[in-house]
């Protein structure tokens, strides 16, 4: 019989979650059956997934970033097609490739047309965490210094090199020891930064210019401050881009919020296209040579699948779409938006402490409230677990009005949203409204959510203790 994926697809839908059970990651399974986001999607398009009702879920979360030109565009659509019809040879190896320098070569003028032209060498991969070990080793070979520096709660990867770079304790347990040379730096602390590029050991600072897992970024000079050191001490400046370059803060790449001048930059979710894994870093030719310095060292650094004619089809369809479609300057104007609209809830309830917003990267932050009968309700489920108010905040954003969103980070009273770049204000203002809606229905303790509050407790503490279900 020949294979027919449409057909298979068909005769099992509805059977993913009993499958992920079964052969890949259960725990995660229990997790979203908790939450509340068991969905069986059946498409997509946009901003909007649909379950197999055809409900319509507003999708703030856009894959952690991957879908920055909505879902199923049909313009890298197209482009893996005319791949697939022209019957190009792929992945030779010991080849050069048209698509792969294409894809090259229009980084390349991007990064120039940003004012950056230094940035003219690129290698390309497939994922965010594979762009951060190129850029650890291409950091270490440009400048003969083994130690790197990165900022705490950063994120940066969960391969073993990025995950070593990772400012963030809770990705840490289990897997150590970590890559020797590899320390975090508080933010903002230019003294610690000097005293530790002072020893002129340090290869690289790495750096995103705004936090993805809580959305943080300095509010001052302190980047560019933190730039002009490593320049005096030889060190180079790595800015982690894979989160929120390509149009996510308003601006082409975050940096420029501070007119930085990288020596490094790692790219990868959004380039894909939402279709096929593209990740690459840009880098001075003078630093990529020091790592193919040698005829016998030509590919002394390599990624298999990392110039796949799929993926750089999907790339350079990519880059257009946000061109075409003006897509950065919608992302500047939805952020003002919807920066505009949080701060005016921020007013309203007494429950919001802050309100953290670049383009379409945000995040709302909660506090214990002033009220009497809002503390107790606080201080009810933070003693339950100090990481369960926000997700009451996401899973009702989601039984209630049908929105993707998440926890910020581990152990801290924010929620994140990361919305497609093709948002408009009909998108933005639903999203504020249900918002809006939910911190209202907080007001009511005792009251629905808050219990829910005890039922996610109780089902993650029973989920912890018991074995899995067949």
Not at 37 to 53: M, T
Not at 312 to 330: Q, R
Request: glycine content about 8%; proline content about 4%.
């Amino acid at each position: 019989m020949p294979f027919d994926l449409q057909g298979l697809v068909r005769s099992r839908m509805g059977e993913n979650y009993s499958l992920h059970q079964k052969h890949l990651n259960s725990t995660l399974v229990r997790v979203q059956q908790i939450i509340g986001f068991d969905k069986i999607y059946a498409r997509a398009k946009g901003a909007y997934l649909y379950d197999r009702e055809d409900n319509e879920y507003l999708d703030f979360l856009s894959g952690f970033g991957v879908f920055a030109i909505g879902r199923n565009h049909p313009v890298p659509q197209k482009a893996i097609r005319d791949v697939l019809d022209m019957d190009l040879p792929n992945m030779v190896q010991m080849d050069s490739a048209l698509l792969s320098g294409l894809l090259a070569e229009a980084l390349v003028k991007r990064f120039a047309a940003e004012g950056l032209p230094h940035l003219d060498s690129v290698f390309l991969c497939n994922s965010g965490t594979e762009a951060i070990e190129g850029a650890i080793k291409f950091a270490r070979a440009g400048t003969g210094r083994p130690r790197l520096l990165s900022l705490q709660n950063s994120f940066h990867g969960l391969s073993m090199g990025s995950l070593s770079l990772t400012g963030n304790p809770f990705f840490h347990e289990g897997f150590g020891p970590f890559l020797p040379g590899c320390q975090t730096v508080p933010s903002g602390n230019l003294a610690v930064l000097e005293e530790e590029l002072r020893k002129r050991d340090v290869a690289a600072l790495v750096i995103e210019a705004v936090q993805g897992k809580g959305i943080q970024f300095p509010r001052d000079d302190y980047f560019v401050q933190a730039q002009a050191l490593c320049r005096r001490y030889g060190t180079l400046l790595v800015c982690d881009e894979v989160q929120s370059g390509l149009g996510r803060t308003g601006r082409w790449f975050a940096f420029e919020h501070w007119g930085l001048e990288p020596d490094i930059v790692t790219l990868a979710k959004a380039l894909s296209g939402g279709y096929v894994p593209c990740g690459a870093f840009v880098t001075r030719r003078s630093i990529y040579q020091k790592v193919f310095n040698r005829l016998d060292r030509c590919i002394v650094h390599s990624s298999t699948f990392g110039r796949n004619n799929l993926a750089c089809a999907c790339g350079l369809a990519t880059l257009s779409v946000l061109e075409e479609e003006k897509l950065v300057e919608n992302a500047a104007k939805m952020g003002e938006r919807l920066e505009e609209g949080l701060l005016a809830l921020q007013k309203k309830h007494e429950i919001v402490k802050e309100v953290r917003v670049k383009g379409l990267m945000m995040a709302v932050e909660f506090a214990e409230p002033k009220s009497l009968r809002l503390k107790l309700a606080w201080k009810t489920v933070h003693a339950l677990d100090s990481g369960l108010f926000p997700q009451l905040v996401v899973s009702q954003l989601m039984a209630n009005h049908r929105i993707l969103t998440q926890v910020a980070a581990n152990n801290a009273d924010v929620i994140k949203a990361l919305p497609p770049l093709i948002v408009g204000p009909k998108e933005i203002d639903y999203f504020l409204a249900s918002l809006d809606s939910v911190l209202h229905e907080l007001r009511k303790f005792p009251g629905p959510l808050w219990d829910m509050g005890t039922n996610f407790f109780k089902a993650m503490r029973n989920g912890a203790e018991q074995p899995l279900s067949a």
